[in-house]
């Protein structure tokens, strides 16, 4: 990548790449609901700081080395230069404002048509909630400090790499940087591959390492706010938008189309998980609708650009469907998932990569052709050499770095420390204060 190009950006990609931008941070505070939502209420605090402290934690790398990393100059078709950007050095300069002679517009680095400010900020929030996703799978038993260490440690050696494979490019010159871009030229519009085929892989891995939980499985682990569940898909769903419209990088025809297959697919992922739920269960569940939600939005995240109405509702219902089923693979295979990240992550982020070597229509902004409309399936071998390759680098390179954590601090808290609950044990907090219910105005007044 060359270093950026000064000009005048446009303003309208530029306010929508803002509010584009808010709203992906807004998802993991949402998130943060969605999963708190599904612990134990003496956890619920430690789960959502694990969010929270994402967004912490991984502003500071990003800022530091992250951006330059993912976006520097390309090396190898493997990663960016990590000096190009360190601490954000060329991405301030120029005229903010315009002068008063038309000759003189404001004169900025760019990256494409909007600020690389602004392009900056925006790949950050994928940074935040990717680290964040991973927590679902070790609720009620790591360590806050080890979390923090691991959160560190893994975006730097997996996740930043990984970004750089699929995202990297020249927004000015838009020559691709990383191999699965570049080289491979698999179709992960805003990154199925990148953050949730990686953050379900490392969730998996993070569980195994971890160990189960003190009485799973035959101890039940209810929600115990399925409100917050609902609240935190709510805040998702919305905040998707500027995840995947945002992808388009502009206020343009690309941003209007994946807006619109994001929200179809979404809903027929809902639909079709609640149905797996009425004919195996026989009661559809919120947590279902919620889950399906989510579901549909991972599947859709990679093919938004390259399906049309029709492929987004093929996505939809499939992914709906699959993860419905997968979420019972922990049973089966006895690793303790606790929120079902691999289920709805890694199995959706699967479905959506690869039903693009599948469904993907011509008309589409990407105008790639599945096997479906007469494409062969060339695409869908590139679509599963892109999946398949993220998910092995990122359940080694996990491995070696949970286990790492294992032996030298250690992961996991002690088993007084569970039982009591992390909000307590990790953060001297409760969520609920239990003592005060009870008490009335009538008798506070009284005792006064």
Sequence with gaps: MA?????????????????SSALVLLMTPGLAFFY???VRSKNVLNMIMMSISSMGLITILWVLYGFSLTFGEDKGNLIGDPGQYFGLKSVFGGSYLASTDPAAPAAVPLNGTIPLSVFVAFQLMFAIITVALISGAVADRLKFGSWLVFAGIWATVVYFPVAHWVFAFDGYTGEAGGWIANNLKAVDFAGGTAVH??????GLVLAIVLGKRKGWPGTPFRPHNLPFVMLGAGLLWFGWYGFNAGSAVGSNGIAGATFLTTTIATAAAMLAWILVEKFRDG?????????GIVAGLVAITPACSSVNALGAVVVGVVAGALCALAVGLKFKFGFDDSLDVVGVHLVGGLVGTLLVGLVAAPEAPAAVEGLFYGGGI????????????????SLVA???IAYAIKFTIGLR??????????????????AYDFAAVGGTARSLVKEA
């Design 283 to 291: 009661k559809p569940t919120s947590l279902g609708a919620a889950s």
């Design 197 to 202: 085929i990686n953050a379900g892989a490392a």
């Design 413 to 430: 808290k002690d088993e007084e420390g569970e039982s009591v609950g992390l909000d307590e044990s990790e953060h001297a907090e409760t």
């Design 36 to 38: 708190g939502g599904m």
């Design 398 to 400: 996990t491995a070696v």
């Design 3 to 19: 270093f950026p190009v000064i000009g005048a950006p446009d303003a309208g990609d530029t306010a929508w790449m803002l509010a």
């Design 378 to 393: 060339e695409q869908l071998k590139l679509q599963a050499v892109g999946a398949f390759t993220v998910l092995a680098y």
